[in-house]
Each structure stands twice: as structure tokens, then as C-alpha cells.
């Protein structure tokens, strides 16, 4: 990186941007030849600088180097810069053509990285309920993490992690709402037919307590707080009751979103209990929450 910030500081902008220093040399008779060299080495020297400051990290980009000058801001605005880097880090791309395409299109892309990876925070409970809002815990003994989970299979290897919720002898209830927008997913995007939203997660019972399980997944317009609530754009939802001695084993529950329209948000709720009224927690058990953009 050295090395880098090195050629930065060397590139100065009377050097990039005034390459007809270069031609000071050609004669009068020979003008069209140095128009035609000056033209083409702007152009490879906006390359190169382009390649040097695709190096360089979000920060510096758009804190430092952006006000170096206009040429400079330039193309730090605009596409071509980080679509060079999203593509060497592998960020996923949607195939959709878009023309004209949007300001900050790959920026948004590089930085948030929106699509083809879960956007649900904390989805196995490693970091508590972090994330979570708890949206109803009657009488009994609420949620809790387990890690690794207690009295069922182990959490498929898919998951990444051994840790889960598990909860209690009344309704636990919590959602998490996933703003698409903030969370860099371009809106011309969104408004795509072919645009996708995958969700789902894992769920089990213990094998010596009955329990019952619900997922609740809304597509929500964006609104204001003034504005008069409107009904969700799409809604899925699964129950699911395990008797006593019939679980242990863990089950998938999954729906893609299609046709988005103008929604922007995904409320996602789930809510379980055991059956049996037991004190502690012997509830169903949930991991692996996700929601996906696929584009």
C-alpha cells in the first residue's frame, strides 16, 4: 500500500492532467501528430490512475482523494472506478442491464455488498439479541441462546454456527426489519420483475417436550410516520406443531419473494413455544435466520 500512496503523491494533477508538457518538443508543423499524442496519453494516464486508486480503501477515497481535484472527483463518482473494484473482490453483481445506470451504482455495491449473502444481523444468537426486538414474552421464561442447543440434533453444518434461540412454556416473539435501501440495495434494482428475496431459517424441537413454532415474514412499503399505515405488499407465514418424542431433528423452512414492486422493507418474525408448560426453556428451538437479495 505503500508503494501506492507513493505513486499517488508522484501523479500529481499538473502531471496527469496536462500531458501536452509532454509534446513541448513537436514542431508547429507537426501539431495534429502532439493533438493526437496529447489525446492519447490522457487517456492512458487516466487509466493507470484509475488502476493506482482502485487500490486505494473506501476511506481514503472518498475522504482524501476525492478533493484532490475535479478530475479526480470524477471518477470517484462515478461508476467505472468501483465496478473495477467489486469485481476484483468478488462482489456479486446483478445481471441486470440498467440504462442509464445509477449514480454511486457500484459504490453502493462495493460498500454494502447487498446481494447473494444473508442481511439478517446476528441470525444464530452469538451476539445475544443484538439486532432483535422482542415483541412479546408473556408469563413465561422468555428467550435464551443455547450453544450448542439442548436436547435436539446438532444445527445442520449449513448454518455456520452451533448457537440457537430456544424458548419458553408462553409465546416469545421477536422480529427484526430489514431496510433493503439501507442496506445498499439499489431502488431501480428493487423494481425489477427478476429482482428476488429469499428467506427462511432452521427450526427443531427437544424430543422429550411438545412445542409449536410460526415464522411471519412481511414485504413492507417504506412510509413516513405521518403517513397512514398501508397493508404489506406480500406475506408469508408457516406453522408448524411437533409432538413429544416426534422432534430432535431440525427442519427448514424457506419462500422467495417475487415481483417486489414498490416495497422496501422485510419484517421478519418468529414466535414459538412448548406445549407442555414447563418451567425453563423447552420450547421450540430457531437458527440460521436469512433474508437474500438475488438480482
Known sequence: MGNVRSSIKELTPDKIFKPQARCASV?????????????????????????????????????????????????????????????????????????????????????????????????????????????????????????????????????????????SYEWCIKCQLVDLIRRGVPKEILKLETTKVEVGEW?????????????????????RAIDPPKPPHDVFDHTDTIKQGKGKQWHKVSHTFQNLGESRCVCFQHSAKDLEKKKGHYGMKMTGSYVKVIA
Not at 203 to 223: G, T
Open 27 to 167: 514542431s508547429e508543423d507537426n501539431s495534429n501528430l502532439a493533438n493526437s499524442s496529447s489525446k492519447n496519453d490522457l487517456s492512458e494516464l487516466d487509466d493507470v490512475l484509475v488502476h493506482i486508486l482502485s487500490f486505494m480503501s473506501v476511506e481514503d477515497l472518498i475522504f482524501n482523494c476525492r478533493f484532490v481535484c475535479k478530475e479526480w472527483k470524477e471518477i470517484i463518482d462515478g461508476n467505472g472506478l468501483w465496478k473495477i473494484k467489486c469485481k476484483r473482490e468478488n462482489r456479486c453483481i446483478p445481471s441486470a442491464i440498467l440504462n442509464p445506470i445509477p449514480q454511486h451504482y457500484y459504490r453502493k455495491i462495493y460498500i454494502f455488498n447487498p446481494f447473494g449473502r444473508n442481511l439478517v444481523y446476528n441470525p444464530c444468537g452469538k451476539d445475544q439479541f443484538d439486532g432483535w426486538m422482542l415483541r412479546s414474552i408473556d408469563d413465561g421464561d422468555g428467550f435464551k441462546v443455547e450453544d450448542p442447543p439442548q436436547g435436539s440434533d446438532p444445527v445442520p453444518k449449513e448454518v455456520g454456527s452451533q448457537s440457537c434461540f430456544v424458548t
Open 203 to 223: 427450526y427443531a424441537a427437544r424430543s422429550d417436550c411438545a412445542a409449536e413454532y410460526k415464522l411471519d415474514v412481511s414485504l413492507l412499503f417504506l412510509q
